[in-house]
Protein backbone atom coordinates (compact mmCIF):
# COMPACT_ATOMS: atom_id res chain seq x y z
CA UNK A 1 0.00 0.00 0.00
CA UNK A 2 1.29 3.69 -0.99
CA UNK A 3 1.36 6.90 2.00
CA UNK A 4 2.09 9.96 1.12
CA UNK A 5 1.30 13.51 2.13
CA UNK A 6 -0.44 16.33 0.17
CA UNK A 7 -1.34 19.78 0.51
CA UNK A 8 -5.39 19.44 0.59
CA UNK A 9 -8.59 17.01 -0.08
CA UNK A 10 -8.37 16.28 -3.56
CA UNK A 11 -10.47 13.79 -5.56
CA UNK A 12 -10.69 10.48 -3.82
CA UNK A 13 -14.51 9.06 -3.60
CA UNK A 14 -13.71 7.91 0.23
CA UNK A 15 -12.48 10.12 2.13
CA UNK A 16 -11.69 10.62 6.57
CA UNK A 17 -11.83 13.53 8.57
CA UNK A 18 -10.22 13.51 11.73
CA UNK A 19 -11.94 16.58 13.90
CA UNK A 20 -11.21 17.94 17.06
CA UNK A 21 -14.44 19.27 17.32
CA UNK A 22 -17.56 19.47 15.59
CA UNK A 23 -17.05 23.05 14.38
CA UNK A 24 -13.87 21.29 12.05
CA UNK A 25 -16.37 19.76 9.83
CA UNK A 26 -18.38 23.09 8.88
CA UNK A 27 -16.07 23.52 5.71
CA UNK A 28 -17.58 20.59 4.58
CA UNK A 29 -20.19 20.87 1.44
CA UNK A 30 -22.52 18.47 3.21
CA UNK A 31 -25.56 17.37 1.91
CA UNK A 32 -26.30 14.92 4.46
CA UNK A 33 -24.99 13.53 7.80
CA UNK A 34 -25.87 10.52 8.55
CA UNK A 35 -24.71 8.98 11.87
CA UNK A 36 -22.45 5.91 11.19
CA UNK A 37 -23.92 2.86 12.93
CA UNK A 38 -22.14 -0.19 11.11
CA UNK A 39 -20.15 -2.55 13.03
CA UNK A 40 -20.71 -1.16 16.53
CA UNK A 41 -19.73 2.46 15.73
CA UNK A 42 -20.88 4.97 18.46
CA UNK A 43 -22.91 7.69 16.81
CA UNK A 44 -20.90 10.32 18.71
CA UNK A 45 -17.28 8.72 17.28
CA UNK A 46 -17.88 8.58 13.52
CA UNK A 47 -20.60 9.63 11.67
CA UNK A 48 -20.90 9.28 7.45
CA UNK A 49 -21.29 12.55 5.83
CA UNK A 50 -22.32 12.56 2.28
CA UNK A 51 -20.90 15.84 0.01
CA UNK A 52 -21.84 16.36 -4.29
CA UNK A 53 -18.24 14.92 -4.78
CA UNK A 54 -17.04 12.31 -1.45
CA UNK A 55 -18.22 9.78 0.99
CA UNK A 56 -16.55 10.90 3.95
CA UNK A 57 -16.10 9.42 7.64
CA UNK A 58 -16.11 12.13 10.29
CA UNK A 59 -13.93 10.47 12.75
CA UNK A 60 -14.47 12.76 16.39
CA UNK A 61 -10.94 12.11 18.04
CA UNK A 62 -10.86 14.38 20.40
CA UNK A 63 -12.75 11.85 23.37
CA UNK A 64 -10.95 8.67 21.66
CA UNK A 65 -7.59 7.48 23.14
CA UNK A 66 -5.41 6.10 20.96
CA UNK A 67 -6.49 2.29 20.56
CA UNK A 68 -10.07 3.73 20.38
CA UNK A 69 -9.16 5.58 17.40
CA UNK A 70 -6.81 2.69 15.89
CA UNK A 71 -10.20 0.01 16.14
CA UNK A 72 -12.06 3.24 14.45
CA UNK A 73 -9.88 3.18 11.56
CA UNK A 74 -9.76 -0.59 11.72
CA UNK A 75 -13.63 -0.32 10.93
CA UNK A 76 -13.65 2.14 8.47
CA UNK A 77 -10.98 0.05 6.41
CA UNK A 78 -13.85 -2.73 6.15
CA UNK A 79 -15.88 -0.12 4.73
CA UNK A 80 -13.75 1.63 1.81
CA UNK A 81 -11.29 0.82 -0.83
CA UNK A 82 -8.99 1.64 -3.63
CA UNK A 83 -7.88 5.32 -2.46
CA UNK A 84 -8.99 7.32 0.68
CA UNK A 85 -7.64 10.62 1.58
CA UNK A 86 -7.30 11.91 5.50
CA UNK A 87 -7.56 15.42 6.36
CA UNK A 88 -6.53 16.20 9.53
CA UNK A 89 -8.26 19.23 11.45
CA UNK A 90 -6.97 19.43 14.78
CA UNK A 91 -5.82 15.92 15.34
CA UNK A 92 -2.38 15.40 17.10
CA UNK A 93 0.39 13.83 15.48
CA UNK A 94 0.05 10.89 17.77
CA UNK A 95 -3.27 10.54 16.86
CA UNK A 96 -3.16 10.67 12.81
CA UNK A 97 -0.48 8.18 13.43
CA UNK A 98 -2.86 5.91 15.38
CA UNK A 99 -5.09 5.93 12.68
CA UNK A 100 -2.91 5.01 10.35
CA UNK A 101 -1.49 2.21 12.28
CA UNK A 102 -5.23 1.20 12.41
CA UNK A 103 -6.21 1.20 8.98
CA UNK A 104 -2.72 -0.10 7.16
CA UNK A 105 -2.54 -2.73 9.76
CA UNK A 106 -5.89 -3.76 9.28
CA UNK A 107 -4.99 -4.23 5.55
CA UNK A 108 -2.16 -6.75 6.27
CA UNK A 109 -3.21 -10.26 4.74
CA UNK A 110 -1.17 -13.02 4.11
CA UNK A 111 -1.98 -14.91 0.75
CA UNK A 112 1.30 -16.44 -0.06
CA UNK A 113 0.12 -19.99 -0.59
CA UNK A 114 -3.78 -19.24 -2.00
CA UNK A 115 -3.58 -20.28 -5.52
CA UNK A 116 -6.76 -17.38 -6.19
CA UNK A 117 -4.77 -14.83 -4.02
CA UNK A 118 -5.61 -11.56 -6.29
CA UNK A 119 -9.38 -12.58 -6.17
CA UNK A 120 -8.57 -12.42 -2.24
CA UNK A 121 -6.32 -9.49 -1.82
CA UNK A 122 -7.84 -6.26 -0.36
CA UNK A 123 -9.02 -3.45 -2.36
CA UNK A 124 -7.34 -0.34 -0.41
CA UNK A 125 -4.59 0.91 -2.24
CA UNK A 126 -3.32 4.20 -1.76
CA UNK A 127 -3.90 6.24 1.39
CA UNK A 128 -3.53 10.28 1.04
CA UNK A 129 -3.13 12.57 4.20
CA UNK A 130 -3.34 15.98 4.06
CA UNK A 131 -1.72 19.06 6.34
CA UNK A 132 1.20 16.67 7.50
CA UNK A 133 4.78 16.56 6.28
CA UNK A 134 5.86 13.94 3.97
CA UNK A 135 8.46 13.11 6.38
CA UNK A 136 6.12 12.47 9.47
CA UNK A 137 4.28 10.17 6.99
CA UNK A 138 7.53 7.98 6.02
CA UNK A 139 8.65 7.31 10.02
CA UNK A 140 4.91 6.30 10.74
CA UNK A 141 5.10 3.67 7.36
CA UNK A 142 8.35 2.41 8.01
CA UNK A 143 7.39 1.44 11.37
CA UNK A 144 3.92 -0.39 10.29
CA UNK A 145 6.11 -1.95 7.16
CA UNK A 146 8.59 -3.32 9.71
CA UNK A 147 5.79 -4.83 12.06
CA UNK A 148 3.99 -6.18 8.91
CA UNK A 149 7.17 -7.88 8.34
CA UNK A 150 7.59 -9.48 11.29
CA UNK A 151 3.57 -10.95 10.98
CA UNK A 152 5.01 -12.49 7.74
CA UNK A 153 8.52 -14.49 8.76
CA UNK A 154 5.89 -15.93 12.08
CA UNK A 155 2.75 -16.42 9.66
CA UNK A 156 5.48 -18.59 6.91
CA UNK A 157 5.52 -22.08 7.58
CA UNK A 158 8.52 -24.03 8.65
CA UNK A 159 8.44 -25.54 5.40
CA UNK A 160 9.92 -22.14 3.82
CA UNK A 161 11.55 -21.00 6.99
CA UNK A 162 13.47 -22.70 8.40
CA UNK A 163 17.34 -21.16 10.18
CA UNK A 164 19.32 -20.44 7.70
CA UNK A 165 16.32 -19.01 5.76
CA UNK A 166 15.50 -17.12 8.65
CA UNK A 167 19.34 -15.62 8.41
CA UNK A 168 18.83 -14.90 4.98
CA UNK A 169 15.62 -12.98 4.86
CA UNK A 170 17.21 -10.78 7.42
CA UNK A 171 19.95 -9.90 4.88
CA UNK A 172 17.34 -9.38 2.09
CA UNK A 173 15.76 -6.88 4.32
CA UNK A 174 18.25 -5.00 4.81
CA UNK A 175 18.13 -0.97 3.18
CA UNK A 176 20.37 1.23 5.06
CA UNK A 177 23.73 -0.10 4.64
CA UNK A 178 24.89 1.51 7.76
CA UNK A 179 23.05 -1.29 9.32
CA UNK A 180 25.81 -4.15 9.73
CA UNK A 181 24.84 -7.90 9.76
CA UNK A 182 26.79 -10.88 10.17
CA UNK A 183 25.41 -14.63 10.11
CA UNK A 184 27.37 -17.30 12.19
CA UNK A 185 26.49 -20.80 10.38
CA UNK A 186 27.29 -24.07 12.35
CA UNK A 187 30.80 -24.40 12.22
CA UNK A 188 31.25 -21.31 13.90
CA UNK A 189 28.61 -21.84 16.42
CA UNK A 190 30.30 -24.93 17.40
CA UNK A 191 33.89 -22.86 17.67
CA UNK A 192 31.75 -20.59 19.93
CA UNK A 193 30.49 -23.65 21.71
CA UNK A 194 27.39 -22.49 22.27
CA UNK A 195 25.91 -25.43 24.19
CA UNK A 196 22.54 -24.67 24.55
CA UNK A 197 21.87 -23.31 20.80
CA UNK A 198 23.85 -26.63 19.49
CA UNK A 199 21.58 -29.33 22.24
CA UNK A 200 18.43 -28.17 20.60
CA UNK A 201 19.90 -28.03 17.06
CA UNK A 202 20.93 -31.78 17.53
CA UNK A 203 17.36 -33.91 16.57
CA UNK A 204 17.30 -31.27 13.49
CA UNK A 205 18.71 -31.92 10.33
CA UNK A 206 18.64 -28.62 9.14
CA UNK A 207 21.93 -26.18 10.99
CA UNK A 208 21.41 -23.44 13.13
CA UNK A 209 22.33 -19.90 12.89
CA UNK A 210 23.22 -17.15 14.84
CA UNK A 211 22.77 -13.54 13.20
CA UNK A 212 24.26 -10.20 14.55
CA UNK A 213 22.39 -7.44 13.46
CA UNK A 214 24.48 -3.73 14.59
CA UNK A 215 23.41 -0.04 14.07
CA UNK A 216 25.87 2.51 15.29
CA UNK A 217 25.27 5.60 14.06
CA UNK A 218 27.63 8.90 13.89
CA UNK A 219 25.45 10.41 16.11
CA UNK A 220 24.08 7.86 18.72
CA UNK A 221 23.40 9.15 22.24
CA UNK A 222 24.23 6.15 23.91
CA UNK A 223 28.04 4.87 24.40
CA UNK A 224 27.46 1.38 25.06
CA UNK A 225 25.13 -0.18 23.08
CA UNK A 226 21.26 -1.77 23.98
CA UNK A 227 21.51 -5.32 22.83
CA UNK A 228 17.97 -6.95 21.82
CA UNK A 229 18.14 -10.57 21.55
CA UNK A 230 15.50 -12.89 19.93
CA UNK A 231 13.77 -16.15 20.31
CA UNK A 232 14.56 -17.90 16.83
CA UNK A 233 13.06 -21.25 17.65
CA UNK A 234 11.82 -21.34 14.17
CA UNK A 235 9.84 -24.56 14.74
CA UNK A 236 9.17 -26.54 17.96
CA UNK A 237 7.76 -29.91 18.38
CA UNK A 238 9.08 -29.99 22.04
CA UNK A 239 11.80 -32.42 20.72
CA UNK A 240 11.51 -35.52 22.53
CA UNK A 241 9.34 -33.87 25.36
CA UNK A 242 6.76 -34.28 22.37
CA UNK A 243 3.66 -31.06 22.86
CA UNK A 244 0.48 -32.48 21.95
CA UNK A 245 -1.09 -31.15 18.73
CA UNK A 246 -3.81 -29.17 19.06
CA UNK A 247 -3.66 -25.41 20.20
CA UNK A 248 -0.18 -26.50 20.53
CA UNK A 249 2.33 -27.63 17.72
CA UNK A 250 0.41 -26.74 15.61
CA UNK A 251 0.88 -23.34 16.27
CA UNK A 252 4.55 -23.20 16.70
CA UNK A 253 5.65 -22.14 13.59
CA UNK A 254 5.10 -18.92 15.71
CA UNK A 255 7.95 -19.85 18.07
CA UNK A 256 10.52 -17.50 16.63
CA UNK A 257 7.99 -14.13 16.99
CA UNK A 258 10.94 -12.81 19.95
CA UNK A 259 13.12 -13.15 16.72
CA UNK A 260 10.71 -11.44 14.01
CA UNK A 261 9.98 -8.76 16.45
CA UNK A 262 13.84 -7.66 17.48
CA UNK A 263 14.74 -7.98 14.02
CA UNK A 264 11.98 -6.27 12.59
CA UNK A 265 12.71 -3.29 14.96
CA UNK A 266 16.16 -3.27 13.91
CA UNK A 267 14.58 -2.73 10.30
CA UNK A 268 12.61 0.28 11.76
CA UNK A 269 15.37 1.66 13.53
CA UNK A 270 17.68 1.75 10.50
CA UNK A 271 15.42 3.19 8.15
CA UNK A 272 14.74 5.76 10.60
CA UNK A 273 18.13 6.38 11.45
CA UNK A 274 17.59 6.83 15.05
CA UNK A 275 20.73 8.12 16.68
CA UNK A 276 20.61 4.75 19.08
CA UNK A 277 23.61 2.04 19.17
CA UNK A 278 21.36 -0.82 19.00
CA UNK A 279 22.67 -4.40 18.75
CA UNK A 280 20.45 -7.57 18.04
CA UNK A 281 21.39 -11.19 18.32
CA UNK A 282 18.80 -13.48 16.98
CA UNK A 283 19.78 -17.90 17.76
CA UNK A 284 17.61 -19.89 15.52
CA UNK A 285 17.02 -23.24 14.82
CA UNK A 286 13.95 -25.86 15.15
CA UNK A 287 13.42 -28.82 17.75
CA UNK A 288 12.67 -31.76 16.64
CA UNK A 289 12.89 -35.24 18.28
CA UNK A 290 15.29 -36.66 15.56
CA UNK A 291 17.87 -39.52 15.86
CA UNK A 292 20.66 -37.97 17.80
CA UNK A 293 18.41 -35.22 19.87
CA UNK A 294 19.31 -33.91 23.18
CA UNK A 295 17.48 -35.95 25.48
CA UNK A 296 15.55 -35.05 29.73
CA UNK A 297 18.64 -36.14 32.03
CA UNK A 298 20.87 -34.95 29.45
CA UNK A 299 23.76 -32.18 31.33
CA UNK A 300 24.66 -29.04 28.14
CA UNK A 301 27.46 -26.86 28.65
CA UNK A 302 26.76 -23.61 27.88
CA UNK A 303 28.65 -20.55 25.96
CA UNK A 304 29.99 -19.06 29.62
CA UNK A 305 30.56 -22.53 31.17
CA UNK A 306 27.69 -23.01 33.06
CA UNK A 307 26.46 -26.89 33.05
CA UNK A 308 22.52 -26.97 32.55
CA UNK A 309 20.66 -30.38 33.68
CA UNK A 310 17.78 -30.55 31.01
CA UNK A 311 14.90 -32.10 32.74
CA UNK A 312 12.23 -31.00 29.94
CA UNK A 313 13.67 -30.53 26.14
CA UNK A 314 10.52 -28.25 25.50
CA UNK A 315 12.28 -25.83 27.70
CA UNK A 316 14.54 -24.82 24.79
CA UNK A 317 13.81 -21.11 24.74
CA UNK A 318 15.68 -20.34 27.08
CA UNK A 319 18.55 -22.71 26.44
CA UNK A 320 19.10 -21.05 23.20
CA UNK A 321 18.59 -17.29 24.49
CA UNK A 322 21.07 -18.26 26.96
CA UNK A 323 23.88 -18.73 24.63
CA UNK A 324 22.98 -15.67 23.35
CA UNK A 325 22.35 -13.24 26.39
CA UNK A 326 26.06 -14.18 27.56
CA UNK A 327 27.72 -13.61 24.03
CA UNK A 328 26.25 -10.16 24.84
CA UNK A 329 28.77 -9.43 27.34
CA UNK A 330 31.27 -8.73 24.93
CA UNK A 331 29.29 -5.54 23.82
CA UNK A 332 29.43 -3.97 27.37
CA UNK A 333 25.86 -3.27 26.91
CA UNK A 334 24.05 -0.44 29.17
CA UNK A 335 20.87 -3.07 29.21
CA UNK A 336 20.18 -6.67 27.78
CA UNK A 337 16.67 -7.03 26.79
CA UNK A 338 15.18 -10.06 25.19
CA UNK A 339 11.96 -11.07 23.36
CA UNK A 340 10.17 -14.94 23.53
CA UNK A 341 6.86 -16.68 23.16
CA UNK A 342 8.79 -18.66 26.08
CA UNK A 343 5.97 -20.03 28.74
CA UNK A 344 2.41 -21.14 28.58
CA UNK A 345 2.77 -19.97 32.23
CA UNK A 346 2.92 -16.23 30.95
CA UNK A 347 -0.62 -16.86 28.68
CA UNK A 348 -2.14 -18.60 31.73
CA UNK A 349 -1.19 -15.43 33.90
CA UNK A 350 -2.54 -12.75 31.91
CA UNK A 351 -3.62 -14.42 28.41
CA UNK A 352 -3.19 -12.54 24.92
CA UNK A 353 -3.73 -9.21 25.76
CA UNK A 354 -0.30 -7.91 27.00
CA UNK A 355 3.31 -9.77 27.72
CA UNK A 356 5.17 -10.21 30.72
CA UNK A 357 8.29 -8.26 31.49
CA UNK A 358 10.53 -8.87 34.22
CA UNK A 359 14.24 -8.54 34.87
CA UNK A 360 16.88 -6.40 37.28
CA UNK A 361 17.81 -3.17 35.03
CA UNK A 362 16.89 0.34 36.44
CA UNK A 363 13.63 1.15 36.72
CA UNK A 364 13.96 3.62 34.18
CA UNK A 365 13.69 1.29 31.34
CA UNK A 366 10.52 -0.10 32.53
CA UNK A 367 8.97 3.16 33.28
CA UNK A 368 9.72 3.63 29.39
CA UNK A 369 8.75 0.46 28.54
CA UNK A 370 5.15 0.86 30.08
CA UNK A 371 4.67 4.13 28.67
CA UNK A 372 5.83 3.07 25.09
CA UNK A 373 3.55 0.12 25.91
CA UNK A 374 0.20 2.35 26.69
CA UNK A 375 0.88 4.28 23.86
CA UNK A 376 1.39 1.72 21.02
CA UNK A 377 -1.14 -0.27 22.95
CA UNK A 378 1.56 -3.11 23.15
CA UNK A 379 1.59 -3.21 26.95
CA UNK A 380 3.44 -5.04 29.19
CA UNK A 381 2.88 -5.92 32.84
CA UNK A 382 5.94 -6.14 35.21
CA UNK A 383 6.32 -9.24 37.11
CA UNK A 384 8.09 -9.77 40.27
CA UNK A 385 11.66 -10.75 40.35
CA UNK A 386 12.63 -11.93 43.59
CA UNK A 387 15.60 -14.15 44.12
CA UNK A 388 13.68 -16.89 46.15
CA UNK A 389 12.89 -18.23 42.61
CA UNK A 390 16.11 -19.20 42.06
CA UNK A 391 16.47 -22.20 44.65
CA UNK A 392 13.84 -23.68 42.01
CA UNK A 393 16.25 -24.03 39.55
CA UNK A 394 18.84 -25.99 41.68
CA UNK A 395 20.18 -29.28 40.00
CA UNK A 396 21.78 -31.78 42.01
CA UNK A 397 24.32 -32.69 39.26
CA UNK A 398 25.12 -29.89 37.41
CA UNK A 399 24.85 -25.98 38.34
CA UNK A 400 21.38 -26.01 37.59
CA UNK A 401 18.72 -26.91 35.86
CA UNK A 402 16.84 -25.89 32.89
CA UNK A 403 12.81 -26.17 34.24
CA UNK A 404 11.60 -24.56 37.46
CA UNK A 405 9.01 -25.80 40.12
CA UNK A 406 4.96 -26.36 38.90
CA UNK A 407 4.37 -22.53 39.48
CA UNK A 408 5.55 -19.02 37.85
CA UNK A 409 7.08 -20.91 35.12
CA UNK A 410 7.15 -17.21 33.08
CA UNK A 411 9.46 -15.64 36.38
CA UNK A 412 11.38 -19.14 37.14
CA UNK A 413 12.33 -18.88 32.92
CA UNK A 414 13.22 -15.49 33.45
CA UNK A 415 15.53 -16.12 36.59
CA UNK A 416 17.29 -18.60 34.61
CA UNK A 417 17.94 -16.50 32.09
CA UNK A 418 18.97 -13.60 34.34
CA UNK A 419 22.10 -16.29 35.19
CA UNK A 420 23.66 -15.65 31.75
CA UNK A 421 23.79 -11.53 32.19
CA UNK A 422 26.37 -9.89 33.33
CA UNK A 423 24.50 -6.76 32.47
CA UNK A 424 21.62 -5.29 33.57
CA UNK A 425 18.66 -7.41 32.23
CA UNK A 426 14.85 -7.12 31.42
CA UNK A 427 13.07 -10.45 30.18
CA UNK A 428 10.15 -9.74 27.94
CA UNK A 429 7.23 -13.08 27.41
CA UNK A 430 5.14 -12.48 24.08
CA UNK A 431 3.72 -15.75 24.49
CA UNK A 432 -0.05 -14.47 24.70
CA UNK A 433 0.38 -11.17 22.44
CA UNK A 434 2.22 -12.53 19.70
CA UNK A 435 -0.07 -15.08 17.77
CA UNK A 436 -3.93 -15.18 17.96
CA UNK A 437 -5.84 -18.03 16.92
CA UNK A 438 -8.96 -15.97 16.09
CA UNK A 439 -9.72 -12.40 14.66
CA UNK A 440 -8.79 -9.24 16.63
CA UNK A 441 -9.58 -6.23 15.00
CA UNK A 442 -6.28 -4.70 13.66
CA UNK A 443 -4.30 -7.26 14.67
CA UNK A 444 -5.63 -9.68 12.33
CA UNK A 445 -5.64 -13.78 13.07
CA UNK A 446 -2.22 -15.67 13.28
CA UNK A 447 0.54 -13.49 13.72
CA UNK A 448 0.11 -9.39 15.14
CA UNK A 449 3.84 -8.09 14.77
CA UNK A 450 3.37 -7.87 18.66
CA UNK A 451 6.73 -5.50 20.05
CA UNK A 452 7.77 -3.72 17.09
CA UNK A 453 6.23 -1.02 17.21
CA UNK A 454 6.83 -0.77 21.52
CA UNK A 455 10.38 -1.40 20.85
CA UNK A 456 10.80 1.67 18.12
CA UNK A 457 8.73 3.72 20.73
CA UNK A 458 10.80 2.79 23.72
CA UNK A 459 14.64 3.14 21.74
CA UNK A 460 13.03 6.60 20.11
CA UNK A 461 12.66 8.08 23.79
CA UNK A 462 14.69 5.56 26.42
Not at 12 to 40: H, T, W
Request: aromatic share 8%; glycine share 6%; hydrophobic share 40%.
Amino acid sequence: MKIKAQKSIKNAKNVIVLAEKKSDIKFLPCEKVIPFMKKGFDKEDVQFVKTPKHYMYVVNVKKMDLEQIRKAAHKIHTEVKNEVEIAVHGASDDKLQAFIEGIYLSDYQFLKYFSDKDKKKNKLTTIKVAGILQEKINEFKSVIESTLWARTLVNEPVSYLDAPRLAMEIQKKRVNDGLKIKVLHKKEIEELRMGGLLAVNKGSEIPPTFTIMEWKPKNAKNKKPIVLVGKGVVYDTGGLSLKPTPHSMDLMKSDMGGAAMMAATMDAVSKNNLPVYVIALIPATDNRPGKTAYAPGDVIEMFDGTTVEVLNTDAEGRMILADAIAYADKYKPEVIIDAATLTGAAVRAIGTKAAIVMGNADKKYFKQLEKSGCKTHERVVKFPFWDEWKDELKSDIADMKNLGGGNAGMITAGKFLEHFAKQPYIHIDIAGPAFLEAPEDYKGKGATGFGVRLMYDFLKNI
